[in-house]
Structures are given as structure tokens and as C-alpha cells.
């Protein structure tokens, strides 16, 4: 079987069939949205106009009513998977750019959605207590739950705006004039549409056949439609660039429905309503309201955001054949990965060390090249255990060495031991034979120790230097290399070459560093 | 990079991820599933005629059961979602169209557990005492529903961790289904049961209304399943860590202990066995009746059990280092494939990144250099916050930290290569050291290769 090549070429349906399942899953995600929002703004009005009245009686109604939002919240978050899913297919360029421009605000939504729906549990919960609990939490509750569907709608007209992206990503989250305007009118819009869906839901669920329930939810129905006409009418000026044939005909078939809903609702019926006929004529146009609106929505969207998805996949597909010479090399740098692993002295020596000190540890590895102060040579070391892994722990500061607590102390303690075998890192020092003369000693005294100290213990001087010196009571180095660093310093650190004395100080000073090793 | 690249300040990605994620587990695996199949259980008693008691019980916990499952379980369930689109879209994007199908059936499953939920709460008191075996179909639906989903979910998260070749080897089955699939499900499944399980000999020991002997009763069956759950958590948490390749499962210290306490090395080991010592006893004083030992043994059980949900989703994440999703794509979310083009020719990133943050830096060095560690490092490292990588390079030289960005991922092997040209590396490193080096005095600057 041909491998998978680029994971976003791979498409699970034909785009025509994404569309359908998109305007069918976003439909039954919006409608248990718009009841929800609409259940907990009516049910937090009533209670409003409850509390100021002498009598509560309605309150055990108002309850019944926020009750049901517990159901409507849960089927609305848990069907909002679905088009997120296959937004996510069909419109990637869009959404990931515009959530990706809207970022923390995009974040905020998981917070205030459990805030708004404990609060609001809360609300329904302590509804027949003392008043100012529930004002509360309903007011907070509502007040998160309101700036959800702010947000939603924020990126939404972002995503389906792929011209204003520049612009905003440069002024964050300060939209252009064309942007505001239709941003407000959709969110008012939803918020609208939330007040008609909800009131008409309760109109049929909790409302029972009370006259004075049904009047009360009756006029919010008729004024959620008479604001839906109000602020519909402009919103549809701010997508007048990309207006076609279905959108126009999705907007007049619900428009119609809508006025012939309002005219079913008018006043001079409501006051003498008949719930039957009433009743069915809700259920017959209210579908048609929210099939027409959300028809004109994905019309809207498709027009703009399928064009931008072709470009990118068919960019994607001239990317893909391009990176096809390099898949071999991909696999076998994955494969070789696969086979190290990280569990012993030899592999760590040899894929974290090495690349500076070298195979054979003389700091000549193919990274050293690139770093100003050479990397020591190990191979000439004889230092005590922990001092050395202190070094590699903590690393040497003002020089190339970095830090390696990523490997824990057993993985340490392997590394060490591997060094130690192949290097003798934690051999006797070797010290000369030789009897050290005088002038050696006051160099020593005088100058060396400035910065090493007389015990070989860095002066508090030579601490203030990066790096500072090596602490020679627990640190040495064979006498070779050691004088090699007498005489020509260690390039790139404060240690300047002494190569101007005499060859018998400069050896005396070798015997001196290494007798300092306690 | 098509999409923008955003990363959580001070807080970083992976702990923004992990919050949520952490939170989701413990909610939907130890309230939504674990407790609620203890609530059905002992409605089942009741409708057995083994004592109303049972049913009271249930009914008790039932209420929170579902408020927190719905209002903080599935919101945090979607937050992964939103938080994964933001922080890695082209990782989240590349799953999601391979990945469809069996989310879009999830969703379903998802869908119809709520609705399983839903009609159990609300229907409860209607069905309880007329059609109580009506209502432990229900109950039991609601079981099979949620069982079904997490086979779903298991198999979409396991695949990362998919041992060899994925996703070259080509076959949807072999990602999927892979060897830590089963062992992940029944880890996963064991671990909700017994954490519910923990919850409710909480609530028995300090909410309980019935007598002492109707409370015994609920202690020792709430104690002898969560034994039992534990038992199966171990055995099957030994399995799953057994398949998952030693290349990975060798940082597990490491990414839970950090820096610092990795040179423990026993510390986690101790840690671990303290915290299951403290759940078997909870639950060992539950199956005696201890209710004194019980409470006193709960908050700090919770807590520890806590500790290990977290500690096991960290190891999960962290060990697939230094990949996204091995094989294809690395942890920064760059194709490996695109990473090896750019590596022998030496392309630069910065042309392909749509999307760099304009406002950060003004000047175009530095906007350059922080758009390339953005794209490059971001995704661990912070500058100022967790695992800050001015920290971590603070008193380097310049040529020193350009020598580290070099050899990145042989250094440290859960690093990701760096991506892009020599000339953008430099220019990233150059970023780097002064970021590093603020307050710091004038350091030896690069001179170019040091023969």
C-alpha cells in the first residue's frame, strides 16, 4: 500500500458530501445553541421582573424553565463536535488562521462556558432562596454565556474574510470598520434568533396552557422577530460583496416566513390567542426560518472559503510532489532515532558529548569547530567524580558547555562510568618528579593565584570570570596538557599564555597544579 | 507554517494543554465513567430489592454526577480541541483528515452517551420506584455507550506512541490499532472505575444520610470495586508501559521530575508506591467500615490520585519526544519530510512562515530571530516563563549557542532539529544569546569558525 504522504491531502468524502454534512451538523449544533441561549435569557428576565413583583408564584415556572437548560447546554456542547470536525476538514486554511489570529480569546470560550454553565445550575438551583444569590449567578452566568457566542461569531466573520487577515493579525484584536459593523449585526442576529427559538420552545414545553405564561412568551416571540427583520435587514448589507443566487433566494424565502410568522403572532391575536393554530403555524415556519437562514449562511461561507481551500490544496499537492525525493532520507532519520536509545554511558557519550569532545575525547568533535573556547580535552583529565558531574549538570558558565540535567542521575552515572573507562577521567593525577624551585612558587603565589587560589580553589576574583577556573584540589589534568595550557593560555578564556618563562618554571608550575589535587 | 504560530506566555504550551487535559481525564474518566457505573450498580441493587438505601444513594450522587460531567467534563473534553487547534494546527489538521471517520463516529457515541445521561437524570424519578428495570436499561445503555466511545477515543490517542513506522507502514489498522491500544482502554477504563470508586467512599464517608449499617454496606462494595479497579489499573498500566520503546519510555523520569529532582532517581519510584499505598488503604478502610479511617485517608488519596492521572498523561505526551506524531512530523510541527529538504538545501523558513508576529519586535533582526524560535522552540520553551530558554542558555557565548542550535537534537535527545537555513540559524542564535544575556556584561563575540 502507497504510504500517506501529506496528511491534509487526505479528505474522507468528497467535498460536496463535507458540505451537506457540515449545513446538517451545524444546523442541529445552532438550534440546541439558540435554545439554550434563549432559555437562559428569558429564564434570567422572568426571574428579573418576578423578584420586583409582590407576587412570586411565577418563580416555580421560572425554575422549570432554567431546569431545562441543563439538557439544551449539554446536547448543544456535545453536538458542536461535529461541524468543528469537518470545519476543520473543509475550511482548514480558514479556521485555523482566523482561530489562530483570535487566539486568546479563542481560549477564553473553555473557561467562560463552564463558568456560565455552573453558575447558571447555580441559578436554577438557589432560584427559590433568598433573591440575591441567584441575581448573582444568573448575571454572571449570562453574562459568560452572552460573550460566547461573541466570540463565535467574532471568528466566524474573520474566517470567511480572508481579506482582513493581514489587517488584523497587525492590530490584534482591533477589526477594521467593514469587519465591526457586520461582527455586531451577527451577534445581535444570534442573539435574536436565540430569544424566538427559546420563547417558542417554552411556548410548547413549560408554558402549559397558562394564558398568562403563553401571552408573556407570545410577546417575546413576536418583538424577537420584529428585532430579527431590524438588525437582519443591515447584516445583510455587510456581505453585499459576496451576495449570489442561493443566498438571495435563502434570505427572501425566510424573510416571507419570518413576516408571516410576526403577522400569526400580531398583538390583536396574542391578546385572544388560539394555541392551536398558533402552534402549527410555528412548527411549520420556524423550520423553514432556520433551514432559509442557515442555508444563506453556508452559501455565504462557501462562496469564499471553498475557492481559498482549492488554492491551498492544490499548492499542498505541488508541495507534496516536490518533497517526494526526500521521504527516503525522512524514514531512515526516523528509523535511526528509533534504534537509539538514550540508556547508557556509550549512547549519551556519543550523541551528546561527542559532537564537541570527540571520539577519542581530545575535544576535537565536529561541533568544536564552531565554539571559541575549546572543549577540553577528557582524555587528559584526572578530576574527582562528583566534581566532574557537577560540570556536567550544571555546565560552564561563559564557555559552550552546556547543562545536562534532561538525563537523570542514573543515566549521569553511566556516562561517568563510560568516561572513566575509555578516558581514566578519575585516575591518580600524575605528578612530575621534580624538585619545584623558587621563582615557580612566588609566579604561583603572585600571579596563579589570583584566579586559582593558593590551594587551587578559584579566588573569589576568579569566580567573577566566565569561566571561571576549574577548582584544581578536585581538578587536574595530565602534565602535557597542562603545560601546553602554561604555555600558550586557553584561547578564548582570561588564561594567557606564559610561554615567555623559562621551560624549567613553566614545569615546576605543571608539578605545582598537580600536587594541589586533594 | 500556513497557519500563525501562538504561543501561551509565561505558562507555556504543554501546561496549557496539560491543565485542561488533566481536568478533562479526571472528569470523564473518574465522574462519567467510573462513578456512574457505580451509580447504576447500586440502582441495580435497589431494583434487585437488596434496599432502597441503594437507590437513595444513587440518586444523591447522580445530580452532581451530571452537572460536572456537562458542564466541566465535555467543555473541557471540547477545550482540547480549541486549545490544539491554536497551539498545533498543523498537528491537530493532519490527524483530523486521516483521523476522521472514527472521530465523526465518536462524536455519535459522545452524542448518544449525553442522551443516555440525560434521559437516566431526568427520568429518575419517574422510572425509579414504577419501571426500575426500565431504568437499569437505561443505565446500563448509558454504560455500553461510554465503554464504546472511550474504544474510540483510545485508539486515536494511542496511535501517537505507535512503536514502528508510522505513519510509513500505511495501514489505518496498524496506526490504530497498534500494540498499546488494548492496554491503554483497559488502563484508562480500570483507573475511572477506581477513581470513581474514590469519590464516592468520600462522599459515603462525609455525605452519607442513611444509618450506620446502610453506610457500612455502601463502604464495603465501594471499597471492594475500587481494589479491584486498582488491581487492574496496575496490571494493565505494566503491559502498556511494557510496548511502548525503550528510545521513548527512557525520559519518563525526566519529564515528570524535571531538572532538579531527575537526579532522585528514586524519588519518583517512592512517590508512586506512597501514593497507591495511600489508595489501597482508602479503599481497604472502606471495605472494613472504617468510616473514621476512610475520611481521613480521602483527601489525601484524591490528591495523590490526582498526582498519577497527571503524571501518567505527561509521561504519554512527553516520551513520544521529539515527535508530534513520530515518523512525520515533530514536536515544533514541522514535517520531518519538509525538515530533511531543508537540511540539503539549505532552504530557509522564515519565506514559508505566513504569519509572523509583527507587533513582538520591532527591529527585523530580532522579529526574525523570534519568529524562527517561535517556529523552531516555541512549542517547549518560553522566554520568561516555563522552561524558559533564557534561563537555559543565560552566561553561553554567542558561537557557543549557535554551536548548541547546530546539534540540537543529537544534544538532548527529545530536541527537535532546527529547521531552516545556516544564516537563519545564526540569526535565531544571535537572538537567543541577547535575550539570554540582557543584564549581562559585553560577552566574546562570534568570530566565525575557530580553527
Redesign the interface.
Same mark, same amino acid.
Given at each position: 500500500m502507497e504510504p500517506w504522504k501529506d496528511l491534509f491531502l487526505a479528505l474522507p468524502l468528497p467535498e460536496i458530501w463535507l458540505r451537506i454534512l457540515l449545513f446538517v451538523t451545524f444546523g442541529l449544533h445552532l438550534l440546541f445553541v439558540l435554545l439554550m441561549l434563549g432559555t437562559a435569557m428569558l429564564g434570567f428576565v422572568f426571574f428579573l421582573r418576578d423578584c420586583c413583583a409582590a407576587d412570586r408564584t411565577d418563580m416555580g415556572w421560572n425554575q422549570r424553565m432554567v431546569k431545562s437548560h441543563l439538557g439544551l447546554k449539554s446536547l448543544a456542547v456535545v453536538l458542536g463536535v461535529g461541524p468543528l470536525l469537518i470545519i476543520q476538514v473543509i475550511y482548514s486554511l480558514g479556521f485555523f488562521t482566523a482561530t489562530g489570529l483570535y487566539a486568546f480569546t479563542w481560549l477564553a470560550v473553555i473557561p467562560l462556558l463552564i463558568l456560565a454553565f455552573l453558575a447558571i445550575e447555580l441559578f436554577e438551583h438557589k432560584m427559590l432562596s433568598r433573591p440575591w444569590l441567584p441575581f448573582l449567578s444568573g448575571a454572571i452566568g449570562l453574562g459568560a454565556l452572552l460573550t460566547v457566542p461573541a466570540i463565535f461569531t467574532g471568528a466566524l466573520s474573520l474566517m470567511e474574510r480572508p481579506g482582513e487577515w493581514t489587517a488584523f493579525a497587525a492590530k490584534a484584536l482591533s477589526p477594521t470598520s467593514v469587519y465591526l459593523p457586520h461582527w455586531i449585526l451577527r451577534y445581535l442576529h444570534v442573539l435574536g434568533a436565540a430569544v424566538v427559538f427559546g420563547a417558542a420552545f417554552h411556548l410548547f414545553f413549560t408554558a402549559g396552557q397558562a394564558p398568562d405564561k403563553r401571552a408573556r412568551l407570545h410577546a417575546w416571540l413576536f418583538g424577537g422577530i420584529l428585532f430579527q427583520v431590524a438588525v437582519g435587514a443591515p447584516l445583510l448589507f455587510t456581505v453585499a460583496d459576496v451576495f449570489n443566487w442561493p443566498v438571495l433566494t435563502s434570505v427572501t424565502l425566510g424573510t416571507i416566513a419570518a413576516m408571516a410568522m410576526a403577522w400569526t403572532l400580531r398583538p390583536a391575536t396574542a391578546q385572544t390567542p388560539a394555541p392551536a393554530r398558533t402552534g402549527r403555524a410555528l412548527l411549520v415556519l420556524l423550520p423553514l426560518v432556520f433551514v432559509s437562514m442557515l442555508a444563506a449562511r453556508q452559501s455565504l461561507q462557501d462562496a469564499t472559503l471553498m475557492t481559498l481551500h482549492k488554492e491551498a490544496r492544490a499548492e499542498l499537492t505541488r508541495e507534496s510532489a516536490d518533497l517526494d525525493r526526500f521521504r527516503e532520507s525522512a524514514l531512515k532519520t526516523f528509523r535511526l532515532k528509533l534504534a537509539t536509545v538514550y540508556d547508557n554511558g556509550t549512547t549519551i557519550y556519543e550523541k551528546s558529548c561527542q559532537p564537541c569532545h570527540g571520539v577519542g575525547g581530545l575535544g576535537d568533535g565536529p561541533a568544536a569547530k564552531r565554539l571559541l573556547i575549546r572543549p577540553e580535552d577528557l582524555a587528559a583529565v584526572r578530576a574527582d567524580r562528583d566534581y566532574v558531574r557537577s560540570m556536567i549538570l550544571t555546565g560552564v558558565p561563559g564557555s559552550g558547555m552546556p547543562y545536562f540535567t534532561v538525563f537523570d542521575k542514573d543515566k549521569i552515572d553511566s556516562l561517568l562510568d563510560r568516561m572513566d573507562k575509555s578516558f581514566s577521567l578519575f585516575g591518580p593525577t600524575t605528578v612530575p618528579r621534580r624538585e619545584v624551585g623558587e621563582p615557580a612558587r612566588d609566579i604561583w603565589k603572585n600571579t596563579c593565584a589570583t584566579c586559582h587560589g593558593l590551594t587551587g580553589r578559584p579566588s573569589e576574583f576568579g569566580l567573577t570570570l566566565q569561566p571561571a577556573p576549574p577548582d584544581l584540589g578536585r581538578f587536574s589534568l595530565e602534565p602535557e596538557r597542562s603545560l601546553q595550557i602554561i604555555t600558550d593560555g586557553y584561547p578564548g578564556t582570561v588564561m594567557q599564555p606564559y610561554r615567555a618563562l623559562p621551560e624549567s618554571v613553566r614545569l615546576d608550575l605543571v608539578s605545582i597544579a598537580a600536587n594541589l589535587r586533594r | 507554517m500556513?497557519? !500563525? #504560530?501562538?504561543h501561551v506566555p509565561v505558562l507555556g504550551d504543554g501546561m496549557?494543554i496539560a491543565l485542561?487535559a488533566v481536568l478533562h481525564v479526571l472528569i470523564s474518566h473518574g465522574v462519567a465513567i467510573g462513578m456512574t457505573i457505580l451509580i447504576v450498580l447500586f440502582q441495580n441493587l435497589a431494583a434487585t430489592g437488596h434496599g432502597r438505601f441503594w437507590g437513595e444513594t444513587a440518586r444523591a450522587l447522580l445530580k452532581p454526577v451530571?452537572?460536572i460531567t456537562?458542564?466541566?467534563g465535555?467543555?473541557?473534553g471540547? @477545550?482540547i480541541?480549541?486549545?490544539t @487547534?491554536?497551539l498545533a494546527?498543523e498537528g491537530?489538521?493532519? #490527524?483530523?483528515?486521516?483521523f476522521?471517520?472514527p472521530? +465523526?463516529i465518536e462524536?455519535w457515541a459522545?452524542?448518544t452517551e449525553?442522551?443516555f445521561?440525560?434521559i437516566y437524570y431526568?427520568l429518575w424519578d419517574r422510572l425509579a420506584e414504577r419501571r426500575p428495570r426500565l431504568l437499569m436499561a437505561v443505565g446500563w445503555g448509558y454504560v455500553a455507550v461510554a465503554l464504546s466511545s472511550a474504544v474510540l477515543i483510545s485508539g486515536i490517542l494511542g496511535f501517537m506512541l505507535t !512503536?514502528?513506522?508510522w505513519?510509513? @507502514?500505511?495501514?489505518f489498522t496498524q496506526a490504530y490499532f497498534n500494540p498499546t491500544f488494548v492496554p491503554q482502554f483497559m488502563l484508562r477504563i480500570f483507573a475511572g472505575i477506581a477513581l470513581g470508586a474514590l469519590l464516592i467512599l468520600g462522599w459515603t464517608g462525609w455525605r452519607f444520610r442513611g444509618s450506620a449499617d446502610e453506610r457500612g454496606r455502601v463502604f464495603r462494595a465501594t471499597g471492594l470495586v475500587m481494589l479491584a479497579a486498582m488491581a487492574g489499573t496496575a496490571l494493565f498500566a505494566w503491559i502498556y508501559f511494557s510496548r511502548i !520503546?525503550?528510545?521513548y519510555l527512557?525520559?519518563w523520569?525526566?519529564s515528570v521530575?524535571t531538572?532538579?529532582w531527575?537526579?532522585?532517581?528514586n524519588l519518583l519510584p517512592v512517590l508512586n508506591g506512597a501514593a497507591v499505598a495511600c489508595l489501597a488503604l482508602a479503599a481497604v478502610a472502606g471495605l472494613l467500615k472504617r468510616r473514621g479511617a476512610a475520611m481521613i485517608l480521602f483527601l489525601p488519596a484524591l490528591i495523590l490520585s490526582v498526582g498519577l492521572v497527571a503524571e501518567f498523561e505527561r509521561v504519554r505526551e512527553f516520551v513520544r519526544g521529539?515527535?508530534l506524531l513520530?515518523?512525520?512530523m515533530y514536536a515544533n510541527q514541522s514535517r /520531518?519530510?519538509?525538515? *530533511?529538504?531543508s537540511k540539503?538545501e539549505d532552504r530557509p523558513l522564515l519565506a514559508t512562515l505566513d504569519?509572523v508576529? *509583527?507587533?513582538t519586535d520591532k527591529a527585523p533582526a530580532a522579529r526574525a530571530g523570534r519568529a524562527l524560535f517561535d517556529a523552531n522552540c516555541g512549542v517547549c520553551h518560553t522566554i520568561g516563563g516555563i522552561n524558559d530558554i533564557t534561563v537555559?542558555l543565560?552566561?553561553?557565548?554567542l558561537?557557543?549557542v549557535?554551536? /548548541?542550535t547546530?546539534?540540537t *537534537?543529537? /544534544?538532548?535527545? +527529545?530536541m527537535t532539529p532546527f529547521n531552516g537555513s545556516e544564516e537563519e540559524r545564526l540569526t535565531m542564535s544571535t537572538y537567543l544569546y541577547s535575550m539570554a544575556n540582557k543584564d549581562t556584561l559585553p560577552? !566574546?563575540q562570534?568570530?566565525g *569558525?575557530?580553527?
Open positions: - | 500556513t497557519f !500563525p #504560530l501562538i496549557t485542561n451530571v452537572v456537562t458542564s466541566v465535555a467543555v473541557t471540547v @477545550g480541541w480549541f486549545i @487547534g491554536i494546527p491537530i489538521g493532519s #490527524l483530523i483528515h486521516l476522521f471517520w472521530w +465523526f462524536w459522545f452524542t449525553v442522551v445521561l440525560l431526568f !512503536p514502528d513506522g505513519p510509513q @507502514g500505511g495501514t !520503546p525503550g528510545t527512557t525520559h523520569k525526566f521530575a531538572s532538579v531527575s537526579q532522585t532517581p521529539p515527535y513520530p515518523g512525520y /520531518m519530510v519538509r525538515h *530533511e529538504a540539503a504569519w508576529n *509583527e507587533t537555559r543565560r552566561g553561553r557565548t558561537e557557543s549557535n554551536a /548548541m547546530a546539534i *537534537e543529537s /544534544m538532548v535527545p +527529545f560577552r !566574546p562570534l568570530q *569558525e575557530v580553527k
